[in-house]
């Protein structure tokens, strides 16, 4: 069986892909292709691209955008409606008044922060299905798609591939991965996948998961951060406050089959405590979820047993 697997950056973070299929290489410079071109369609990095335009005709004019783009916006606005949790797509002013992530973060005033709440809406996204156009109601709206973009790459980079006939495959972008099959290498047939221990160095896993054609996308406060005063303040924002989430989770995991949803609810699960978390993620279908607190205890969703190393599916 023939395997190729490359490795780069692009999005801000490293890349793996894995294939097994006679045509490997040219399927693997598709994929790179196929991801470059939505980083400069999807992103608010690129001064040109769709959804920047969006963004730069806020409280001006409607802009006709892509299917995908719709689409994927569509499906954003519905799941920042509930206000029950922190997923908002039109957090993007509060995403750029703190600029977590960036050398130029800081802590931004009280009067900054209060300013930029009255544009965080998402029920000022008004969106026409029948001529495909986005419009932000206000002027200084941004729509920021950071929280669900590469869930929505890597579910449509596998599909590629399995059109492509690949049975067997593996899509890391960061902290997002992706399956396709089974793994055809390893015993226990199944991508062994570790989650970050958000509490130790970069590279120590807490605990691993067996993947088998699934996601599992993790998001945590350890990601991007600075530290002011002794104070830490990481990128997962409160909307309602315009604030780091105030929590007791240090990281949330999320299993799903694609990975549009798991990019979702690893954010909308980000609620005030663990056992809040824990909570809600059961009453949700088709997912599963991890949740480390800051006090390194791990908890896991009904459809999941911990074993300690390594947690499996019921």
């Known amino acids: 069986m023939h395997k190729y697997q490359t490795r780069f950056q692009m999005m801000g973070t490293l890349i793996d892909l894995v294939v097994y299929h006679q045509n490997g290489e040219q399927l693997l410079k598709a994929a790179y292709h196929q991801l470059s071109q939505y980083a400069q369609r999807f992103t608010v990095n690129q001064p040109d691209g769709e959804l920047m335009r969006i963004n730069q005709n806020a409280g001006i004019a409607p802009i006709a955008v892509a299917s995908d783009l719709f689409h994927l916006i569509n499906v954003a606005k519905a799941a920042s409606q509930d206000r029950h949790n922190p997923f908002n797509i039109a957090i993007g002013p509060l995403v750029k008044l703190w600029r977590i992530g960036f050398r130029d973060a800081r802590l931004p005033s009280a009067a900054e922060i209060s300013a930029r709440l009255a544009l965080v809406d998402p029920d000022n996204i008004v969106l026409n299905e029948q001529e495909r156009t986005v419009f932000l109601r206000q002027s200084g709206m941004e729509i920021d798609l950071g929280a669900i973009a590469k869930g929505y790459f890597a579910d449509q980079v596998k599909q590629a591939l399995v059109n492509a006939g690949v049975d067997y495959g593996f899509i890391s972008l960061g902290?997002?991965?992706?399956?396709?099959?089974?793994?055809?290498?390893?015993?226990?047939?199944?991508?062994?996948?570790?989650?970050?221990?958000?509490?130790?160095?970069?590279?120590?896993?807490?605990?691993?998961?067996?993947?088998?054609?699934?996601?599992?996308?993790?998001?945590?406060?350890?990601?991007?951060?600075?530290?002011?005063?002794?104070?830490?303040?990481?990128?997962?924002?409160?909307?309602?406050?315009?604030?780091?989430?105030?929590?007791?989770?240090?990281?949330?995991?999320?299993?799903?089959?694609?990975?549009?949803?798991?990019?979702?609810?690893?954010?909308a699960g980000f609620l005030s405590s663990a056992d809040d978390a824990l909570h809600y993620l059961c009453q949700q279908a088709f997912i599963e979820a991890v949740v480390v607190a800051k006090d390194g205890t791990v908890q896991v969703t009904d459809g999941l047993v911990d074993h300690g190393r390594y947690i499996a599916l019921r």
């Open 175 to 267: 902290g997002n991965v992706v399956t396709i099959g089974h793994s055809p290498t390893n015993a226990n047939r199944a991508w062994n996948v570790g989650i970050q221990n958000p509490l130790a160095e970069r590279g120590s896993i807490i605990r691993a998961l067996p993947l088998n054609d699934a996601s599992m996308v993790t998001s945590g406060i350890n990601e991007r951060y600075f530290d002011v005063n002794g104070q830490r303040y990481h990128h997962l924002l409160d909307a309602q406050t315009g604030m780091p989430i105030a929590t007791d989770i240090a990281s949330l995991t999320i299993i799903s089959k694609h990975s549009v949803d798991g990019e979702i609810w690893s954010t």
